[in-house]
Structures are given as structure tokens and as C-alpha cells.
């Protein structure tokens, strides 16, 4: 896919190119699913005593943080890793001004049956913050995730960031950030890896995107300093995916990071063909799917 498309200002043409929910015909009916799935997963893993919600990761309202406690077994694997289990840390998406980490606890329930403990932060919402504001928010939450994973079971040293969206930009961000500079106590390679599912990598046409830009109000300055597609690589590894039926620029937004970062530090930039930008989520919450297979090989290194 031309990463030309990149490029393009034509606002109708930008509206019709990243408006998933008008895009995707069912696209009220799979959100509405997904909450209801969400609220059965947090009911049934709260009965079971495997879920801690709304814990504090900051001062702020929305500085809350659910954590799901493994529920199943440990693979033979796992097993080596006497400090307990992999930590997946999912970030919703949105465009940085909708949704919630409630809408999102069905994610959880595949991947501590299958032994890792699973964090989901929540953050402030534009217009009320901005995207520069979120990044910050999330980088105190996975200081947090760090600090605390081993109250939880999990290792502090296994943990890998998921995100979906502009959850995806999110997670990419995070493996640029400088975590010294976020706390002493943190180590530099706080987060080695992530799986950025549908991800914004180069907000330059965003910014020119109508039906979002009314609410994120980026300038040319925040475009580039919220980018990584205009980043140097970093040190980690990032799996870049994209459904197969999306858009042609979130198609490209994908190649995008791959072109930046290089098949070093993104070795795996595919699209899951028949899934669309919401179906996309399916393929990783279910055991089998392709990029559920993908997030245990950063987990655990194996594949399920």
C-alpha cells in the first residue's frame, strides 16, 4: 500500500478513509456486544475472585487501572519463569476521545486462562485533555504496572502492551518513552515489546480528518512530536496488524511504521484478512487466531 496516501488533505476523501463506525455497517451492533461481553467477563472473573477493578494508578479521576489475575494453569513453559507470569497490558482505542477500558474486559478472560495477568488503564478523553496528556497518563500507568505486578502474580521484567487503534498509537509511544526519565526506579526497557492492532502511526492526515480533528485539535508541532512513524526506531519489537478489509490508510498506516522502524524492530506488519476494524479485536481475543498467537509469542515466546 502507498504510503502517499499519508499525504492526501482532501478532507471528505480523510472522513471516508478513518471513519470506522460509519464505515463498517454493523458497527453499532459490534460495540454494543462487545459491552455487553465486557460486563459478563468483569461479573464472572469479579465472582471468582481473579479481578481487582478501578485500583488508583494516579491522582486523577481517571487515573484507574483493572487488573485480572491468571485463572488456568501454567504452560510447561511458564513454568521457567519462577517470578511469576507474563503481563499483557491492553490499551483501548477510540480515537483518543471515546470508549472506555469497560468496554474492553472480554479481552481478558482468554489470556489468564491461559496463565498471564492482564491490566487495563484507563485514560482522560479529548477535548477535556490532549493526546500529549493521554501519552503522559499512560506512561504513569505502566509505571504502575511495573511497580505493582508482582502484588499480582505477574513479572515485573514480561510485560507486553496491546493496543488497538489509537490504543496502537498509544502502545507504540510507550516504546519510545524514556522511563528513566519517568521514574529512577524504573528500568530503561520497561517495555520491550507490543502488538499495535489498527494503529495511527503518522497523525499528519488526522489532523486534517474533520469528524476527529474537531475534538483532538492537533497543530503541526503535536503532529510531529506525536508520530512514530516519524520517530527513530526503538530498541523493542513491535508486531504491526490491520484488518484486511480496512481502509486504505489505515492499510498504509500500517506500512507506515514497518517503512519507518524497519523489519529489525517490526518484524511481523500483516493484515488479518475478513476482519474489519472491529473484527480485527475477534482474531486476538480468540485462542487460535492469528494474532492471539502473536501476542503469546511476545508474551511467552511460544506459539498457542
Not at 102 to 118: E, K, M, N, W
Amino acid at each position: 500500500m502507498s504510503l502517499s496516501l499519508l499525504e492526501q488533505r482532501d478532507p471528505a476523501w480523510l472522513d471516508l478513509q478513518y471513519n470506522n463506525r460509519a464505515r463498517v455497517a454493523d458497527s453499532v451492533d459490534i460495540l454494543a456486544r462487545w459491552a455487553a461481553e465486557a460486563a459478563v467477563a468483569r461479573a464472572e472473573m469479579s465472582a471468582a475472585g481473579h479481578a481487582r477493578l478501578d485500583l488508583a494508578y494516579g491522582p486523577g479521576p481517571s487515573d484507574r487501572i483493572d487488573v485480572f489475575t491468571p485463572r488456568g494453569p501454567a504452560s510447561e513453559d511458564e513454568a521457567e519463569h519462577s517470578d511469576g507470569a507474563p503481563v499483557l497490558v491492553f490499551i483501548h482505542g477510540g480515537w483518543w476521545r471515546a470508549l472506555s477500558k469497560d468496554d474492553f474486559s472480554h479481552v481478558a478472560p482468554a489470556y489468564t486462562r491461559a496463565g498471564a495477568l492482564v491490566m487495563l488503564p484507563e485514560y482522560a478523553l479529548c477535548p477535556a485533555v490532549t493526546i500529549d496528556q493521554i501519552c503522559l497518563q499512560t506512561t504513569q500507568a505502566l509505571a504502575w504496572a511495573w511497580r505493582n505486578a508482582a502484588k499480582f502474580g505477574g513479572d515485573p521484567s514480561r510485560i507486553v502492551v496491546v493496543g488497538h487503534s489509537a490504543g496502537a498509537h498509544l502502545a507504540a509511544m510507550l516504546l519510545c518513552c524514556d522511563w528513566r526519565s519517568v521514574g529512577k526506579d524504573l528500568p530503561a526497557n520497561l517495555v520491550r515489546s507490543a502488538l499495535a492492532i489498527s494503529g495511527l502511526y503518522d497523525l499528519a492526515p488526522v489532523q486534517h480528518t474533520p469528524f476527529v480533528q474537531v475534538d483532538l485539535n492537533l497543530t503541526d508541532e503535536a503532529v510531529a512530536r506525536l508520530s512514530p512513524a516519524r520517530f527513530g526506531a526503538p530498541k523493542g519489537r513491535l508486531m504491526a496488524t490491520v484488518g484486511g478489509d480496512e481502509s486504505e490508510s489505515f492499510l498504509a498506516q500500517n506500512d507506515a511504521i514497518r517503512a519507518a522502524w524497519g523489519q529489525r524492530t517490526v518484524p511481523v506488519c500483516e493484515a488479518i484478512t475478513g476482519t474489519n476494524h472491529f473484527t480485527v479485536v475477534d482474531d486476538f481475543i480468540t485462542p487460535g487466531g492469528r494474532q492471539f498467537g502473536l501476542a503469546w509469542e511476545l508474551l511467552d515466546g511460544t506459539s498457542r
